[in-house]
Nanobody, 123 residues
């Protein structure tokens, strides 16, 4: 089993940056592809970005591509989401998740989820 704990959320002005971290427990972190999802009030959870086991391949939603960067450090059991040029539309609770099979955008394939961290972007 993998436990995930997100951190790094907060309040930032539009145009600013935040870096989210997701620390995973256990020795099997490198066996999981990792993803970031977000959920705004009244909306469904949506895919943000994902990264393959080795970190060699990444995948982004159209809405964040070019502004967000996902990375992972398998030695530290941590995955990151660097978020730049933030807009109020990025306001949401951000979740990291672990997938034992692939690094796709479908949340139903992910096996483990963190509790989420709030990101609020003011205009």
């Amino acid at each position: 089993q993998v436990q995930l704990v997100e951190s790094g959320g907060g309040l930032v002005q539009a145009g600013g940056s935040l870096r989210l971290s997701c620390a995973a427990s256990g020795r099997t972190f490198r066996s999981y592809a990792m993803g970031w999802f977000r959920q705004a009030p009244g909306k469904e959870r949506e895919f943000v970005a994902s990264i393959a086991l080795s970190g060699g391949s990444t995948y982004y939603s159209h809405s964040v591509k070019g502004r967000f960067t996902i990375s992972r450090d398998n030695a530290k059991n941590t995955v990151y989401l660097q978020m730049n040029s933030l807009t109020p539309e990025d306001t949401a609770v951000y979740y990291c998740a672990a997938d034992s099979l692939s690094y796709g955008s479908n949340p139903n394939t992910y096996d483990y989820w963190g509790q989420g961290t709030q990101v609020t972007v003011s205009s």
